[in-house]
């Protein structure tokens, strides 16, 4: 059955500021991947040209690096993971999401262009590897989050838009 015992029943908090306070954290986190799902597209397309400009690697070798890249996150993603579940539970979804979001702030300074030498190739590459775990991470334990904070009777909509969020990564 869909009704878990810990999803609240009722579909509407009790004042208007409260139900305004939830709709907006709903929307907040889903902001979160739509942003997310936008920004890996654009960072993959983006990192395989700076791989092949600057570091003069074929078509081949910068595609197998960003794939590399993007599979990264199957460890980070699995590690944060079991944080969360740990005794006691000191790390919690949104806790991991806020520390998340942050770090991808504090690293995107590391994607822009400072020049054509090495190092700065290098600190895009592993500003990207940042990156693009920031992005991965915020999107799924975003997605963890809204199913929790859901109602019962939110829970198919709110998977309705984050899934059309998906269309986004056609735009970057």
């Given at each position: 059955p869909?009704?878990?015992?810990?999803?609240?029943?009722?579909s509407a908090p009790v004042t208007l500021k409260e139900r305004m306070l939830h709709l907006g954290c709903i929307g907040f986190l889903v902001a979160n991947i739509a942003v997310a799902n936008a920004f890996i597209s654009a960072?993959?397309?983006?990192?395989?040209?700076?791989?092949?400009?600057?570091f003069q690697w074929s078509i081949q070798w910068s595609t197998v690096l960003v794939g590399g890249v993007s599979f990264t996150p199957a460890f980070v993603s699995p590690a944060l993971g079991r944080l969360t579940r740990s005794?006691?539970?000191?790390?919690?979804d949104r806790g991991i999401v806020l520390w998340t979001a942050?770090?991808?702030?504090?690293?995107?300074?590391?994607?822009?262009?400072?020049?054509a030498s090495t190092l700065a190739a290098v600190a895009y590459i592993v500003g990207g590897l940042l990156v693009?775990?920031?992005?991965?991470?915020?999107?799924m334990?975003?997605?963890?989050?809204?199913?929790k904070i859901s109602t019962v009777t939110e829970v198919d909509k709110t998977m309705s838009v984050i899934g059309l969020t998906t269309i986004l990564r056609a735009l970057g």
């Open positions: 869909k009704a878990e015992p810990d999803l609240p029943q009722t960072w993959q397309l983006a990192a395989t040209n700076v791989v092949q400009l600057k005794k006691p539970n000191i790390f919690q942050a770090l991808q702030l504090c690293t995107s300074a590391l994607l822009f262009d400072y020049g693009f775990n920031c992005f991965t991470v915020l999107g334990f975003s997605l963890s989050l809204a199913t």
